[in-house]
């Protein structure tokens, strides 16, 4: 069965540093990939994903992943973090069967940011 | 578009009660889901849907109905509520190959 690994369930960064959230899944296939944000009492936000093709991917805010096969990582960068990236991470994947859309999630990583 | 819209954003209910949480889409998604969200436990799927007329369950199903009679809704019932049952609910819905699109949440208390 698939897994999401997320190290670290809390990451403090200072403001203009370098956000680095770590994802790891365990798939005997590449899955599709996906990172999401969930602000304070919102609902969560898709950041960015990878299906196919390029494997450094860019989303929305800054965010950037790159999928690493050998490695079955989907680490999630910022070079230099807003006060507003203050929020949850989720690392998310799914299996390439078109059938099958169940995503299956990490535990989630908090972002502090420091001023 | 207005994407993924929950009914109602809070709800308190008396244990053994029923309820139904709403979930409509407008982007002709085919994949609806509901989770669950609880402190220190991630996102739990509760039931899915991959089309009209078809669901089932995810994995923590006990205690939730639901039914997908048109592409747009997926409605969500809870039969005797538990204070258990007490968390954030969420829908989402999906197009083959895209990302799920969220919506803002049902915070549920169950006393």
């Known amino acids: 069965a698939q897994s999401v690994t997320q190290l670290g369930s809390h990451v403090s960064v200072s403001e203009g540093a370098l956000v680095l959230l770590r994802c790891n899944y365990s798939?005997?296939?590449?899955?599709?990939l996906f990172w999401y944000v969930q602000y304070p009492n919102q609902g969560l936000q898709l950041l960015l994903k990878?299906?196919?093709?390029a494997t450094l991917v860019k989303g929305i805010n800054g965010f950037e992943a790159e999928f690493k096969k050998s490695e079955t990582s989907f680490h999630l960068t910022k070079p230099s973090a807003h006060m507003s990236d203050a929020a949850e991470y989720f690392c998310?994947?799914?299996?390439?069967?078109?059938?099958?859309?169940?995503?299956?999630w990490g535990l989630g990583t908090s972002l502090a940011v420091n001023p | 578009n207005a994407g993924v819209t929950q009914t109602p954003k809070f709800q308190v209910l008396k244990t053994g009660q029923s309820m139904t949480l709403q979930c409509a889409q407008d982007?002709?998604?085919?994949?609806m889901s509901w989770y669950r969200q609880d402190p220190g436990m991630g996102l739990r799927l509760i039931h899915y849907s991959v089309g009209a007329g078809i669901t089932d369950q995810g994995e923590v199903p006990n205690g939730y109905n639901v039914s997908r009679s048109t592409t747009e809704d997926f409605p969500l019932r809870l039969l005797s509520a538990a204070p258990s049952q007490t968390s954030v609910y969420f829908c989402?819905?999906?197009?083959?190959?895209?990302?799920?699109?969220f919506g803002s949440g049902t915070r549920l208390t169950v006393v």
């Open positions: 998310a994947v799914s299996d390439r069967d078109g059938n099958n859309r169940k995503l299956i």
């Open positions: 989402a819905s999906s197009r083959t190959g895209g990302g799920y699109t």
């Open positions: 982007m002709n998604h085919e994949y």
């Open positions: 990878y299906t196919t093709g």
């Open positions: 798939s005997s296939v590449p899955p599709y």
